[in-house]
């Protein structure tokens, strides 16, 4: 067979080569071409006595079949003796199999120290007597191939075998090590874990088994593992009966406990389901990987917190995104639930209800809490909690409120809402918690509102952390420049609570009774949108558009049918507020201010058909995505790299976030924006440290062990990433790389175009517009043809002066991005841009109009 794995010229010595295993191992490379030392020791499988017969008789096999051996009858133990029979017989060594063995199978209860002992010395000692002789050899040659035969027992354990368990894990951290203290040198090391049929096995399995798995499924894997062309190092495979797998350790997310506070048994076992959680599991391959939490976890210290709040938990938490919508109907519900409108008479508060108002419609704007807060309180009853808030609404007031509206809010809109827990302070007994959350048009993604919604927690505490920053905001010591005196209705509650307010607090009588009310309570946020009422009638003329932000301190509660005192003092675009309930003199609002706007904010327009669908730029510009548009064209001059480093790598940066893929495995190299496909090696840092790193003025090594860098994956390939320091800052290094949002560098006079059809084409066309000049007046524009594949650029001049020239243009209508290919089929068929377009190989910048414009084009070649 032309492509059989031969082993002819290499040297091979396998230990315990008598029976089974080994025996079966021997066959097989020699009858590949392998010269093979056969050593077995000839005693019992339970270590007594010796003889030659069991290596003679192998031998034997191997001659009378046309290959050469030896025997060697020599104890593990002597390890030198068996390396040197094959240096004396043929002056190399190339493979060396560890597979001799014994049993002494009893209980721990009964096991002596001679059982433990016995077992150690053939599998532990003589395995690293045989290793060491023969490891100079090997290294010396640069190259060698070393397999260790460990148990499925010493991975699981198993009953009356705890000195064998203990031998057979203790090969494979053997392996582990000599495969990363080989790899330079070409000396690999791996281990099998077989289930075969043997003189071992016989003793724990039964004899119809033990003859079905015959050792002669085991070789076929040891002998590829043992091969020139296998680079397999520091593996461990299960094998037998026909199967075949790797093995990997895995390990649980885990719980980390941040420093700097108590960490108690209660703590751990309060962790313990994340702590032995295995859903999103993870495979640590080196001891680097394995310590990489701990590394992290060193770099940051606890921020404390109690059983009730785990700040280290919670601070940061980022809450699945929510959609709602709402339209006309919904805020002129909102606006009568805060008093608006009470005299129908009233234009001014007419918009707010009246869809149809001379002057237009106009959300209140104190509206802007609604939708983030419904998605809270959805999200709260859905169960979906912040990690590390461990309290009930048995505990919680809402404390203070503030709104900040980027634009005015349109009269209907779809939205998304963005959470996070943003701050947690310390108050004492108490703790604040503030949950900001931000709305954005989801039809252009613009942000419109944003709030940040800070929760009283009662009795949460008292961990001695950040007290926060003092937010009181005190009124001037004068009258006030403006008051306003509302009654609210006896059923402002029920009203209220249509705007999504689903707490029995506000709505039922026995259950506000139950909690030392005399009747129903108003919501908080609905005394919050009647000072917002006012605010925008005392100083704002009416126009709700001029409002910006509000923040507010609950104080007290209202009871629906009590009359509001809003107090106003204006300094500057803030006026500063304070409420009261009249008939008990009770402050209800403090600490609170209103922003205004001098002039309407103007609305961020919506992308047209061409803009939404237009490709962006790859990475939106970023420094990060130069750099990587600049190893795009490192690879690209460099295609060695890919034979080179073989691996396929994934950037995680964060601040700003964003991923990239660098396959250097497949074809002639790629750089690709986002995760794609299965990388070999992962590598996560911030932005900045990516920059640094890639000019050269970080060291890698520096940043890995200060815990700026992580690693996954093959932790090893990240040392073959050393070119990317030559890139220089933001990728000056690729001369040729040039950030796809910017435009082709045309190349200079004379220079190769190698087999470019562009240039036979602007010819052409050229002399086509100076014969019939109105073709290009037609176009009526001027034209930017950045060509690649190979690289060029071409401007068509449509407007006062026809023509075609090399180069770039100063200023372009229309720029169009393109390989040579597609250069070639836009001119067989101009109508070909749609289909080029839409499939992402034509890019299309400026007046799309002028695009639609190319029938000139037709035929040029």
């Not at 020791?41 to 030659?52: E, F, I, M, P």
């Not at 009747?519 to 908080?524: F, S, V």
């Not at 495995?665 to 986002?674: F, N, Q, T």
């Not at 007046?777 to 930017?784: D, P």
Request: glycine share 10%; hydrophobic share 40%; with cysteine.
């Amino acid at each position: 067979m032309g492509n059989e794995l031969r082993f002819d010229g290499k040297v091979a010595i396998v230990t315990g080569a008598g029976n089974g295993l080994g025996r079966s191992h021997a066959l097989l490379l020699a009858s590949r071409g392998a010269k093979v030392v056969i050593n077995d020791l000839g005693g019992s499988s339970t270590g007594g006595g010796r003889g030659s017969d069991a290596a003679d008789k192998v031998v034997a096999e191997i001659k009378a079949a046309g290959g050469e051996a030896v025997a060697n009858y020599d104890s593990v133990e002597d390890g030198t003796k068996i390396v040197q029979t094959a240096l004396d017989t043929w002056k190399r060594l190339d493979i060396v199999i560890n597979n001799a063995g014994i049993l002494r199978d009893t209980s721990f209860q009964k096991m002596t120290e001679q059982d433990w002992e016995l077992i150690y010395r053939v599998h532990l000692l003589g395995a690293f007597r045989v290793t060491q002789a023969a490891w100079p050899h090997l290294r010396d040659q640069n190259y060698g191939r070393i397999l260790f035969t460990a148990s499925a027992a010493g991975i699981y354990g198993n009953f009356g075998q705890a000195n064998y368990s203990m031998a057979k894990l203790g090969l494979v951290g053997f392996a582990n090590t000599l495969a990363i203290e080989g790899r330079k040198k070409n000396v690999l090391a791996n281990a099998i874990a077989p289930i075969a049929g043997s003189r071992m096995t016989e003793t724990v399995l039964p004899k119809e088994v033990v003859d079905a798995l015959k050792p002669e499924y085991v070789s076929p894997l040891v002998t590829w593992l043992c091969h020139e062309d296998c680079q397999e190092t520091g593996s461990l495979f299960e094998v037998g009966g026909g199967f075949m797998a790797k093995l990997r350790w895995e390990r649980t997310r885990g719980k980390v406990f941040k420093l700097g506070r108590p960490i108690t048994p209660e703590a751990v076992q309060k962790s313990w389901d994340a702590i032995t959680d295995f859903t999103e599991a993870t495979h640590p391959t080196d001891v680097a990987a394995s310590m990489q939490p701990v590394m992290d976890n060193l770099t940051s210290q606890s921020k404390g917190g109690n059983e009730l709040i785990d700040v280290d938990a919670a601070l940061g938490y980022q809450f699945p995104e929510t959609t709602s919508s709402y339209d006309e109907r919904d805020l002129s519900l909102y606006a009568l639930g805060v008093g608006a409108a009470r005299d129908p008479l009233d234009t001014k508060e007419l918009q707010y209800v009246y869809e149809l108002h001379g002057e237009g419609f106009r959300p209140l704007p104190t509206y802007g809490v609604i939708p983030a807060l419904n998605s809270v309180l959805k999200m709260t009853a859905e169960g979906k909690q912040a990690p590390g808030l461990n309290y009930g609404l048995d505990r919680v007031l809402h404390g203070e409120q503030y709104t900040e509206l980027l634009r005015p809010l349109p009269t209907k809109a779809s939205l998304r809402h963005k959470g996070r827990i943003k701050d947690i302070f310390d108050k004492g007994k108490n703790a604040l918690v503030v949950t900001e959350v931000t709305s954005y048009d989801a039809q252009t993604g613009e942000p419109l509102v944003r709030n940040e919604i800070t929760t009283f927690v009662r009795g949460a505490g008292g961990w001695g952390g950040d007290r926060g920053p003092s937010t009181d905001v005190v009124p001037p010591q004068r009258e006030p420049d403006a008051v306003i005196t509302e009654k609210t209705h006896e059923n402002q509650a029920l009203l209220y609570r249509l705007s999504g307010d689903w707490n029995p607090l506000h709505a039922d009588p026995g259950f506000a009774r139950n909690f030392g009310f005399q009747k129903p309570i108003l919501h908080g946020l609905c005394t919050f949108g009647y000072v917002g009422r006012h605010v925008i009638k005392a100083f704002a003329g009416g126009d709700p558009r001029l409002f910006k932000s509000i923040r507010v301190r609950f104080a007290d509660s209202v009871l629906p049918g009590e009359t509001l005192r809003t107090e106003m003092w204006k300094e500057g675009e803030r006026v500063i507020l304070r409420c009261k309930v009249v008939e008990r003199d009770k402050v209800v609002i403090s600490n609170a201010a209103v922003e205004l706007h001098k002039e309407v904010p103007k609305a961020q327009a919506k992308p047209t058909a061409a803009q939404a669908s237009a490709p962006a730029p790859a990475g939106g510009g970023s420094a990060s995505a130069r750099v990587f548009e600049a190893i795009r064209g490192y690879v690209a001059q460099h295609p060695e790299l890919v034979g080179k480093v073989a691996n396929v790598y994934l950037f995680k940066l964060t601040q700003p976030e964003s991923a990239w893929t660098l396959d250097l495995k497949s074809g002639g190299g790629a750089v690709l924006e986002g995760a794609q496909g299965k990388a070999d090696c992962t590598l996560e840092l911030t932005e900045a440290d990516f920059l640094a790193m890639t000019s050269g003025k970080a060291d890698p090594q520096k940043l890995y062990f200060g815990g700026k860098l992580k690693i996954t994956g093959n932790v090893m390939a990240s040392q073959k990433l050393g070119f990317l320091g030559k890139l220089g800052p933001a990728g000056e290094g690729a001369s040729t790389a040039k950030v796809s949002a910017a435009p082709a560098a045309a190349p200079a006079p004379g220079a190769e175009k190698g087999n470019s059809r562009a240039a036979s084409i602007f010819k052409a066309l050229g002399e086509r517009l100076a014969q019939k000049p109105e073709l290009a007046r037609e176009l009526g524009a001027v034209v930017q043809f950045l060509v690649t594949e190979p690289q060029g650029a071409w401007v068509v001049d449509g407007t006062a002066t026809p023509g075609v020239r090399e180069g770039k243009a100063d200023k372009a209508d229309v720029t169009l991005r393109l390989s040579d290919e597609d250069l070639a089929a836009l001119v067989q068929d101009p109508q070909a841009v749609q289909r080029l377009y839409q499939q992402g190989k034509l890019r299309v910048d400026g007046d799309v109009r002028a695009a639609s414009r190319l029938g000139f084009l037709k035929q040029l070649i």
